[in-house]
């Protein structure tokens, strides 16, 4: 801006329009200071060509410190990709997930719906992020309570007993304070309630629900014995 301002004004003076000048410079320079002074005050704008940037990891990064229990055949078949969408602040951001190669097409006709929808999703970060870990570790706890949609994450279902679907890269958490675990008294993560009417929570109409499920995936909404609101997930085929 204050660029501009100092090309236009060498321009009028080349021009040596005097006149218009007189009224003009002050008009322009008032509206180029008014930007520039705002500029510290104004939220980040993120847009489709130049988004907020959530997550910019590498290959490297992505996976540091995972479970040495995972298996090679396992890891292998996970792919790092970038995805946009409107987070809670109404801005495009960009961030990663890591999830099965053979999942990658439809989680990405699933966020450019919500794009489309502009349905609010908060960050989407790798569960590898410094901001998740307890001890070193991958920690599931700290990513929902961050409110933060991830995928991959070499780890036992929530209770224990056997693998989950996210250790395969198979399952996808979204929005997951918006939309928690619930299983008799215990709401996961802490804090957090289901309302259907608040932006980011799933319903069974819910566009983003039905697509998930036209593409063969299952919701955690549906199930019976306990919700996990936030929870998509798509088995192998047998
Ligand atoms: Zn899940």
Redesign the pocket.
């Known amino acids: 801006m204050l660029l501009y301002t100092l090309i236009m004004i060498a321009m009028m003076i080349r021009a040596r329009r005097f006149r218009t000048s007189a009224v003009l410079l002050p008009l322009v320079l008032a509206v180029a200071l008014s930007g520039w002074a705002a500029s510290g005050q104004t939220p980040r704008r993120g847009s489709l060509k130049r988004p907020v940037i959530d997550s910019a990891m590498t290959e490297k990064e992505a996976f540091d410190g995972l479970d040495p229990k995972c298996p090679a055949e396992i890891r292998k078949r996970q792919r790092l990709i970038d995805v946009k969408y409107y987070s809670t602040d109404g801005q495009v951001h960009q961030g990663q997930l890591v999830l099965d190669f053979e999942l990658v097409d439809d989680v990405k006709k699933v966020f450019a719906l919500a794009l489309k929808d502009r349905f609010p999703i908060r960050s989407v970060i790798p569960i590898s992020d410094g901001r998740f870990r307890k001890d070193g570790r991958w920690d599931d706890e700290l990513s929902m309570e961050a409110d933060n949609t991830s995928s991959f994450n070499y780890r036992e279902i929530t209770g224990g007993g056997r693998l989950?679907y996210?250790a395969y890269g198979r399952?996808v958490?979204i929005n997951t304070f918006e939309n928690p675990y619930i299983k008799g008294g215990t709401v996961l993560p802490h804090g957090a309630t289901y309302d259907p009417k608040v932006a980011g929570t799933f319903n069974a109409e819910s566009p983003i629900v039905r697509e998930f499920l036209r593409l063969g995936w299952a919701w955690?909404g549906n199930w019976t014995d306990r919700k996990?609101y936030?929870?998509f997930e798509k088995p192998p085929k047998k």
């Open positions: 989950s996210h399952a958490d955690g996990d936030q929870h």
